[in-house]
Nanobody, 117 residues
Framework: QVQLVESGGGLVQAGGSLRLSCAASGSIFSINAMRWYRQAPGKQRDLVAA???????TYADSVKGRFTISRDNAKNTVYLQMSSLKPEDTAVYYC???????????WGQGTQVTVSS
């Protein structure tokens, strides 16, 4: 089993910045890629950013140039640095990973990000 705990959400004005953290514990040897998703009220959960064990990254078009995903393998933590935030970035942000052998998915509890205009 893998446990994911997010932190760092909050209320920020448009144009501001936040850094989300996701700490992994448990059977961390079984996981590889880490991802951040977000879900706004009434909308589907969408991929925001992903990072491989080697550090390769991908981003949704809507956040390219504004968000940066990174990981600290020594701390088993992945980060999402969010800058130039917009009201449309308001959502619950979830950390995600999966077991590379069984493909079992793991989700964090989510952290609320609210961007005021």
């Amino acid at each position: 089993q893998v446990q994911l705990v997010e932190s760092g959400g909050g209320l920020v004005q448009a144009g501001g910045s936040l850094r989300l953290s996701c700490a992994a514990s448990g059977s961390i040897f079984s996981i590889n890629a880490m991802r951040w998703y977000r879900q706004a009220p009434g909308k589907q959960r969408d991929l925001v950013a992903a990072i491989s064990s080697g550090g390769s990254t991908t981003y949704a078009d809507s956040v390219k140039g504004r968000f940066t995903i990174s990981r600290d393998n020594a701390k088993n933590t992945v980060y999402l640095q969010m800058s130039s935030l917009k009201p449309e970035d308001t959502a619950v942000y979830y950390c995600y990973t999966y077991n590379i052998a069984t493909l079992q998915a793991y989700w964090g509890q989510g952290t609320q990000v609210t961007v005021s205009s």
